[in-house]
């Protein structure tokens, strides 16, 4: 059945397209290696990033100086921006957009959900340079079960997970404590304060996020917390344009500004939090919020294409990038051309493979993800001869991956850079758009429902790595990056996006370094996704039907997709900072600092 997409101007030729699927080679090992060592230094990948002011792109990043900050909300922008002038570093404006967005992005941004964090600090005043991940995503109450979430029947109740039972111990404000106790420079009080002036004064609704409180004003009418934090006294929902107060939310802030760490994990905010628990079924009390931590480690380090690349470890998903970027390495993926059916073909089949090995990927206390054979380039050479010109993997011809012998949806983005080179990317989440739908009373702001990320019911069986059990740090899709540059950041940049997310990731970061765009325009070309061996390939709106097509012939089951990811990121050349604010999702800004 041929599939009818809109095309864009953007969209390949067929002609072009089928000439692009001849130069679809099996892996090249010898060839990719050579091409590895010499990438950096070739006069092309000099000129990566393309055409910044000319006729030659279609989309054109924003370009500012003494730093930027791409994020999906214009009001927090503005706010990172307004600290990096204070003399604040990327940490500092980080977080600070952090606690804007929790006020101004309701459904993503967040004090009760969790999230993780790149930074790289510069060398500064005879330091050496650092790079850390922080990870800030939920943990499982210690009174979590195994049957909490199911239904009697033993399937996966989703009512259950959009509820007080579904909530993780939220994190999001250890971690961006944890972030500024360590690389903060302007006072805590100051990047706090921001956000609590937001709240107090109000903020002027755009329609994106009246419509999108609109579309779930239902669901959060059933909420009390939720009801008389996000609507009016009659339950309707704000109207673009309206005022939006929101004085119990400025209140917990407050809080939090005065007393750190401790106005959310202890005091009143906390007090309330394990009362609505209490009362609504839920199983957080004291003692996890007392106990609950963020990570602070090295980040996961690969490469591709001579390009040195920072990721995020587990149980975040930069794993799955890495091990992506290494499959990919074995193809000619430039020669392919952006958008043919071969270069199309190799990502989908990557993607398959990477869902097969995603079984691997959890969290402690009770499972080590294999990170060293996952991202082992040996691995990846022995996973991409599996990909075949013109044949489509399934799951019948997908063997499971073995990397142990080489082991020597609703969510936000902020990428932040400062003149001193500093850089932050940092993703944070409620899990689904507005989490749970509860608020506890007073407090003002949405609880996540990250608990439903688990491996719940007979999925446990298949995904040992995620089984559910007291204390488990949970799982996510989330995967901000820095690639850096002779040493020094370049692209900082990360998506939502849910299920998504990896291919997204995948897809920017082939667009910049294989096909050689500017950071706008590789944010603005349309995606792929593909799940498990046996899932559909989705595909945005713009590619041509005849590709669709072409790639249907290969065995791939190719269906129309919504939009894909939002990234929000940042391209660093010399003192000019490049900044990409993905425009899937509205109300996203790219500023800087001038």
């Known amino acids: 059945m041929l599939l009818k997409l809109p095309i864009r101007t953007m969209a390949c ?11 679809l080679a099996p892996p090249l090992a010898a060839k990719q290696a050579a091409e590895t060592a010499t990438a950096a230094k070739s006069p092309a990948y000099a000129k990566t990033g393309g055409d910044i002011v000319g006729y030659g792109s279609i989309h054109h990043p924003v370009i500012g100086r003494d730093g930027m900050v791409v994020s999906q909300n214009g009001y927090g922008a503005k706010v990172g ?13 980080a977080v600070a957009t952090a606690f804007a967005e929790a006020v101004t992005l309701a459904r993503a941004g967040n004090l009760g959900g969790g999230g993780f964090m790149l930074i790289h600090m510069a060398p500064h005043d005879g330091q050496p340079g650092k790079t850390v ?39 999001t ?56 934090a996000y609507l009016k006294p009659d339950s309707t929902p704000y109207k673009p344009g309206d005022l939006f ?125 294999p990170v060293k054979g996952l991202t082992s380039k040996a691995y990846a050479a022995k996973r991409a001869a599996l990909i075949k010109p013109d044949t489509s993997l399934s799951g019948k011809t997908m063997p499971k991956g073995d990397p142990y012998p080489f082991e020597g949806k609703d969510t936000t983005h902020i990428s932040v850079a400062d003149a001193e080179g500093d850089v932050v990317s940092t993703t944070y989440t409620l899990s689904s758009s507005y989490g749970a739908h509860v608020v506890a009373p007073g407090t003002g702001f949405l609880l996540n429902n990250s608990l439903g990320n688990l491996a719940w019911g007979k999925r446990a069986a298949v995904y040992k790595a995620m089984e559910v059990m007291p204390g488990k740090r949970v799982g996510s899709t989330i995967t901000p990056l820095i690639v850096f540059r002779q040493d020094k950041p370049w692209i900082v940049s990360g998506t939502p996006g849910g299920g998504t997310i990896i291919a997204t990731m995948v897809q ?13 325009e590789a944010a603005e070309r349309p995606r792929i996704n593909q799940y498990g061996g046996d899932g559909p390939l989705e595909m945005e709106a713009g590619f041509s039907p005849d590709i669709a097509r072409l790639l249907e012939e290969k065995g791939h089951r190719v269906v129309p997709s919504k939009t894909m990811g939002s990234t929000q990121s940042i391209m660093i050349d010399g003192d000019k900072f490049l900044g990409a604010a993905d425009t899937r999702r509205p109300d996203a800004l790219a500023l800087g600092v001038r």
Do not use: C
């Open 245 to 369: 107060r929101q004085p119990d939310l400025a209140r917990t802030l407050t809080a939090i500004r005065d007393h750190g760490r401790d106005g959310f994990y202890k005091g009143w905010v906390a007090q309330k939090l394990v009362a609505a628990m209490k009362a609504n079924g839920g199983i957080i009390d004291q003692q996890d919020l007392d106990s609950y931590h963020a990570d602070v480690t090295p980040p996961i380090w690969s490469t591709y294409r001579g390009y040195r690349i920072a990721y995020q470890p587990p149980t975040a998903s930069g794993v799955s990038v890495a091990e992506a970027m290494n499959i990919l390495e074995n193809f000619p993926v430039a020669k392919m051309g952006w958008g043919s059916v071969a270069d199309l073909h190799v990502l989908a089949e990557t993607m398959k493979i990477v869902s097969s090995d995603r079984r691997l990927v959890g969290g402690g206390p009770d499972w080590n993800t």
């Open 173 to 228: 404000v250890a971690g961006l404590w944890a972030a500024h106790h360590r690389f903060g420079k302007l006072p805590w009080k100051d990047v706090v304060q921001p956000a609590i002036d937001l709240a107090t004064k109000g903020v002027i609704l755009s329609d994106a996020e009246a419509d999108a409180t609109a579309q779930e004003a239902k669901t959060l009418a059933k909420d009390p917390g939720a009801r008389a």
């Open 133 to 171: 991940a922080i990870n800030f995503y939920g943990i499982a109450p210690h009174k979590v079960t195994p049957t909490l979430l199911l239904k009697p029947d033993g399937s996966f109740d989703h009512a259950k997970s959009w509820s007080f039972k579904g909530v993780a111990v939220p994190g």
């Open 13 to 23: 030729h067929a002609a072009a397209a089928v000439a692009a699927a001849a130069l």
């Open 508 to 520: 920017m970061l082939s667009n910049v370094i294989d096909h050689h765009l500017n950071i706008a």
């Open 81 to 93: 921006v307004a600290i990096l002038r204070k003399g604040g570093n990327a940490v500092d404006a």
